[in-house]
Each structure stands twice: as C-alpha cells, then as structure tokens.
C-alpha cells in the first residue's frame, strides 16, 4: 500500500515533470515561430532583388509579397511592403492601358485565374514597344488552392535581339534563296543536303528530285563525274577551289558551270560535307568556244596565206633568178652599146621587181610571227659605209649630195642584227632618194649614251625632198599607206617599206621618229640600244677570203630540174675552172652519188621525183655524212632553213642568189 507520504511525493513528482514538459513544449514553439520567421525573411528578400517582378496573392487576391521590381514595371510608385494586404482584384483593368491589347490582357487573366493551371512563358506586347515574358503558377497546399504567384521578366532586349536576328536570317535565307547563283550542300557520301532556289532553276531538277542522291550521277557523264569525284575527295583533304563543269540540265540542255567549292564544317568544326557555288557560264564558254574557233580559223588563214605566199615566192623567185642570173652573165660577154642599155635595164627592172617580192614577203612573216631577229656581232661604222658606198651611184645620178657622219665613239663591234638594219637604212635613205630632186641626203650616227655592257646608238636619215604633210606623218606607218594618188603616180611603190620598217625597229626593241614639212624634208630618227660585242667573236672574222684559184678543178654535183636554173649555175661554175655534174633530181642524185665522188652538192628542195630534203636523209643515211651539201631554194622562210638543217643538208641559198654570195658559200665549205 502506498503511504500518504508516497501519494504526495509521487504527485509532487508528476507535477513537476508536466510542468517540465509544458515549459520544454512553449521553448520549443518559439523557436520554430523564430525558424519560420528567419526564412520567410530570406525569401522575401530574394524575391526582393529578383531581377523578374514578382506578385504572390492568396486565395482572395490579397498581396502577399511583391517586389520593386513588379512596381517597377507596371508604374506603381511605393514601396513594396506597403501593397501587402492590398486587393488586387481591380489590378487587371488598372494596368490594362500598358498592353497593345488591354481586352485581351483583361481577358487572359480572368481565364487563368479561373483555369488555375500553370503558364509558363507568355509573351506579352506593350504599347511602348516592351515585351514582358510572364509565368502564372497556382499554389495548391495540401490539394487546396491557397493563392497564386506572377512572374514577369522584360525580354525587350533579348527580343530587339532575336528580331533583329531573325531579320538578318531572313535576309540571308532570301539571298541565297533567290541569288543568281546555285548553292549546294552535300554529305560526306555526295549526299545532296541542300539546294537552294537557283540552283533548282540553273538544274531544272525540284528539291524532292534531288535531295539524297548523289549530285555528280545526276547531272553530269561519266567523263565528267571523274573530276567531280576528284573535286569531292580533295574538299576531304580542306581544299577550296574553283572549276569548270559541263552538265546536262533535267530538260537535256548542255551548260557550262562555274563551281566554286569549299568544304562544310558543323559548329563543332568538324566537316560534315562541301558546299558549292554555281554560276551559269554558258554563254561566256559559248562566247569562248567562238573566239576560239575564230583564232584557228584566222591562224588557218594566216598559214594558208603564208603558204600560199611562200609557193608564189618561189615561183616568182625561178623565173627571177634566170633573168637575174642570165642578164649578168650576158653583161660579161661582148654587146654593143645598145645592146648593154637594154640589158642593164631589164637588170635594173629586175631589182627592182625583187623589193617589191621581198617587201611582200617580208611583211607576211611578220605578220604571222615567223620573221627572227638575229643577234650577232657586226660592225656598225662597216655597215654605215657599205649602205653610202651601195647607194652613192644613185644619189650621184640624181645630182644629190650625200652627207655620212659617223660617231668615233661607236663601238668597233656591237650585238644586233646587220641584215635588218640595213633593211630598214637602205629603205629609209631609197626613200629620201626618191622624193628630193635637189640639195642633199645625210646619214648620220651619234652615240647617245654608253657604258663598258651597251651603247645607245642614234641614228638620223635626213632629206631636202617634197617632204610630208603633218596629217600623213600620222599614218606613214600603216601598210599600203601612201601620202596621195598623185605621189603614188608620180614615185610608185607599194606603201608597205614604211610599215616594214617600222615593224623591224619594234622587233629590235628601237624606236623610230619622222619629223616633215612639205617642200622642206623629212628627218627619220632612229634609236636603238645594242649590247656591246666581243671582237674576237665576231662572225666577219670566219668570212672565207674570196680565193678564187681553189675552185679550180673541183666537182661539184648540181641537183636541179629547172633548165634555166642548170644553165646559170653551170655557166657561173664552169668559168671558175669548177667541173659540174648535173641531176635532174634528187633519185638521180643520189644514184650519182653511189658511183662518183664530189667536193660539193648544190641541191634544190623542189624537184619532181625525189625532192631534194629526201635526197639529203638518203645521203647521209646511205652514202656520205660528211659532204658538203647547200640547199637552193626558192622558199624564203625560215621554217624552210630549218627543214634543211634538220635533213643534214651544211649551209643554205636563197634564189635569186648572186654569183659572189654562191661563191663564197661554196668555197666555205671547201674549207
Ligand atoms: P612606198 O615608198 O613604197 O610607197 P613607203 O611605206 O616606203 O612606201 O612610204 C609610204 C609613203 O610615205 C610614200 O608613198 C610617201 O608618200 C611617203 N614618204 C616616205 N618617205 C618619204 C620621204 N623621205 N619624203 C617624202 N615622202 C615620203
């Protein structure tokens, strides 16, 4: 039995304990009251300082919470605390007038309200041009709806921006889309992945036609799809380049592209294709093919005409070479007085047949790029007198006065080329002679400047002729150019000595000047800058001194089937003591040949039978490699010494030739 003083003591105990526990309970309520307070501090103040505005109402539309950012946004000018507690059921319809659409504004929040489901992301527009992004979210505690949160955010910049983006997208797409160029993307594979509008146009294939196959077997033949092929696999390599392509369009027309390609890289860098840029180029290629066509076919006609030039020289230069080759030996034998005038003008007439043949000749080859400019050593004071001692009979006969002048400071040997520069010397001062009747012709040469590599040489061919009018000065250099119908009665010629000239100064890099006033003369002046020669190289010094007793007794096999040729040859020959055989061509020739020995074979190109380029490759192939063989010929090109040369034939005269030059050559080659 519990004693009293027990039942007390435990009572006293129980008591004690409760009130324990009461106390434990209320400290422990404060503190979670404290707890709770501390947190909803930290969360208003995050949402405080949130850069979106934020508006959290209860179940009754009550404000919550807000932040400055909110009133920032919808104008309202106090301090967020102070709206806690405020109704917000009018707030719609007082903020409306923000909106480009107030109504619907209105609207959308009474349906969310209503709706109570979450929306997340809803653009709205205002009439200031912002754009706001705004979240609903309900707040359901315990399956109770217990109010509702707002967030909006400004996105007007990053919408400005993404406008702005889209725009310059747009632009671009528009731009490829409807510029005249194609543009095509493919795989890895070839795989077409794109195409744009003008590329469709350029194929005449529709994007759903070509998207996934391989580019390369639609458009083009198996030639082409070789280089297409190679194109690709070099884009594998990184390779851009640009190409040529002819292609088959869908409706069967052949045209030309222009591909520029490049390879394709995703946003990672890595290549994921090619791309390639199409330009229609048909009607350049067309325009091309043309132009091409045209310079063939004006090339075919230069060849054709200098052919056709070449055979008319050498039938020109057959006969030439009889009269020539005739008259001069008729002018040795015995003729009356008569008799010698008479010859020594057809002689007269002759030549001056032969520089209208030359002229014509000559112009032809540069015209079609076949006449070379030698570059060897001469003498320039030597040449100078050579030409005066030639024309000095002329002028004489004309009662004119020549004046030669020629510089001490001029190089004993020079580089260039002799043979054309007295071409255009002999045609310049011919000319002066021509047109002055009275006073004098003066050739005169000045050093212009000079150096121990080269000199600059000036040279001036001066008259006191008819002179020319200043508007012909102009155009004294165009072909067939002649000052009138009067002159060109009166003085003859053909108009092409000037052109000649004046092409031959610009293939040796000179340069020529005409100064002229009628009735008072004409001074030409040319320039020119030669390299300065080695004496001992010079080829004057390898002349063969004229000896005229070695010929005596020699044989010599002349290969010729025009009797008149045979006739002058073997007259000119048989007076130097040179015993002559002749062939009629070049089968008998070389029969001949396999008999009898010879000093000399002079052989003619053009021969029936067997022609002499065929004669010479059987002697040197059968016979002898070492005779001397000199071509006669009538062709004047240079494309025909060099045949000659290529056949083993040693040296080369050209028809009419003139005793001593035919001569010379052959006791050069008895040597
Ligand atoms: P060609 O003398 O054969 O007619 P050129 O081309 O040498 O041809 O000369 C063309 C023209 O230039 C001559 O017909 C003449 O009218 C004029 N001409 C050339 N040189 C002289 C000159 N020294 N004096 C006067 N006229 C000249």
Not at 261 to 280: M, Y
Not at 533 to 548: C, D, I, L, T
Request: charged share 25%.
């Amino acid at each position: 039995m519990p004693t009293k003083k027990n039942l007390l003591e435990d009572i006293q105990k129980e008591r004690i304990a409760r009130l324990e526990a009461e106390e434990c309970f209320k400290e422990s309520k404060i503190h979670d009251h404290a707890e709770l307070s501390r947190n909803i501090a930290r969360f208003s103040n995050l949402i405080s300082n949130m850069q979106e505005g934020i508006l959290v109402e209860d179940e009754n539309r009550l404000i919550v919470l807000t932040n400055e950012r909110f009133c920032a946004m919808f104008g309202i000018p106090v301090d967020p605390a102070m709206l806690i507690g405020a109704d917000c059921s009018g707030s719609a319809e007082q903020s409306k007038h923000f909106f480009t659409d107030p109504e619907g504004f209105v609207a959308k929040i009474d349906n969310l309200l209503n709706q109570k489901q979450k929306v997340i992301g809803e653009v709205l527009y205002l009439k200031d041009g912002r754009t706001y992004l705004r979240d609903y979210v309900p707040i359901i505690i315990e399956g109770s709806y217990r109010g509702h949160y707002w967030k909006y955010a400004d996105i007007t910049n990053q919408k400005r921006f993404e406008d702005a983006l889209k725009r310059s997208e747009e632009k671009y797409r528009l731009l490829i889309e409807n510029m005249n160029l194609g543009l095509l993307e493919v795989d890895l594979a070839g795989k077409i992945i794109y195409a744009n509008q003008s590329f469709c146009n350029l194929s005449g294939f529709g994007r759903d036609e070509i998207y996934g196959k391989i580019g390369e077997n639609i458009f083009t033949n198996a030639e082409n799809r070789k280089l297409v092929r190679k194109k690709t696999a070099s884009r594998h390599e990184g390779i851009l380049d640009a190409y040529e392509l002819e292609i088959t369009t869908k409706q069967g027309l052949k045209k030309w592209w222009m591909i520029s390609g490049a390879p394709l890289f995703d946003q990672e860098g890595i290549q994921i294709g090619s791309i390639g840029i199409h330009l229609d180029i048909t009607e350049q290629k067309q325009l091309e093919f043309t132009l091409r066509e045209a310079k063939q076919m004006a090339e075919e006609t230069a060849k054709a005409k200098e052919i056709f030039l070449a055979n008319m020289s050498h039938e020109i230069r057959t006969p030439m070479n009889a009269i020539f080759g005739l008259s001069n030996q008729m002018l040795k034998s015995h003729l009356d007085s008569k008799q010698r005038s008479f010859l020594e003008s057809i002689f007269g007439a002759a030549e001056n047949l032969l520089v209208v043949i030359n002229d014509i000749l000559d112009f032809s080859k540069i015209e079609s790029g076949n006449l070379d400019i030698e570059a060897i050593n001469f003498s320039l004071p030597k040449l100078l007198k050579q030409i005066s001692g030639i024309l000095t009979n002329k002028i004489e006969e004309k009662g004119l006065q020549l004046i030669l002048q020629i510089d001490d400071s001029i190089a004993p040997v020079l580089v260039g080329d002799p043979f054309r520069l007295n071409q255009i010397l002999l045609n310049l001062i011919s000319n002066s002679i021509k047109f002055t009747d009275h006073g004098s012709i003066s050739l005169i040469c000045n050093v212009e400047e000079s150096d121990d590599k080269q000199q600059s040489i000036k040279l001036m061919v001066t008259d006191t002729g008819i002179g020319i009018d200043k508007s012909f000065v102009e155009k004294i250099f165009h072909k067939f150019s002649q000052e009138s119908a009067d002159v060109a009665r009166k003085y003859g010629g053909t108009g092409l000595g000037m052109a000649i000239t004046k092409q031959l100064v610009d293939l040796m890099d000179g340069q020529i000047s005409i100064e002229s006033e009628k009735n008072k003369g004409t001074q030409t002046t040319l320039s020119f800058t030669l390299p300065i020669g080695k004496q001992a190289e010079s080829p004057e010094h390898s002349k063969p001194v004229f000896n005229q007793a070695k010929l005596v007794n020699k044989k010599i096999l002349l290969v010729e089937d025009n009797k008149v040729n045979r006739l002058i040859a073997n007259t000119i020959l048989s007076q130097y003591g040179i015993e002559v055989t002749e062939a009629i061509n070049g089968e008998l020739a070389v029969e001949i040949l396999r008999k009898s020995s010879f000093d000399i074979v002079l052989m003619d190109i053009q021969m029936p039978v067997m022609d002499g380029i065929t004669a010479t490759i059987m002697i040197r192939k059968e016979i002898n490699t070492t005779l001397p063989i000199i071509a006669l010929t009538a062709h004047a090109l240079q494309s025909e010494q060099q045949r000659c040369r290529e056949a083993g034939m040693n040296d080369f005269l050209s028809k009419p030739f003139n005793e001593v030059k035919l001569l010379e050559t052959i006791l050069k080659h008895l040597d």
